[in-house]
């Protein structure tokens, strides 16, 4: 079982950067699909991005494109999100999410999740 703990969250002004983390323990990440999730006050978990267990494919949701870069070390078992030109909508609680199996952008498809880091970007 992976345990998943997200930091850099924060407070940034619109059109600033913010990198997050995920580092997981327990097992080494190369076994599993990873992803970045959102959940904004009074709204649904969101996807924002997604992985494969070899970075080899990453995919984005239409919201990030452009912007949000998904990517991770293996070695670090680490999973990153870098994050420009935030916006007052990116405001939410960034949440990294793992699945032995193939990764998709519903929520349902991840066993394993962190606790979640707020980023606020202000207008």
């Known amino acids: 079982q992976v345990q998943l703990v997200e930091s850099g969250g924060g407070l940034v002004q619109a059109g600033g950067s913010l990198r997050l983390s995920c580092a997981a323990s327990g097992r080494t990440i190369s076994s599993y699909a990873m992803a970045w999730f959102r959940q904004a006050p009074g709204k649904e978990r969101e996807f924002a991005a997604r992985i494969t267990r070899s970075a080899g494919n990453t995919y984005y949701a239409d919201s990030a494109k452009g912007r949000f870069t998904i990517s991770r070390d293996n070695a670090k078992n680490t999973l990153y999100l870098q994050m420009n030109s935030l916006k007052p909508e990116d405001t939410a609680v960034y949440y990294c999410?793992?699945?032995?199996?193939?990764?998709?952008?519903?929520?349902?498809?991840?066993?394993?999740w962190g606790q979640g880091t707020q980023v606020t970007v202000s207008s």
């Open positions: 999410a793992a699945t032995y199996y193939s990764g998709s952008s519903d929520p349902r498809t991840y066993d394993y």
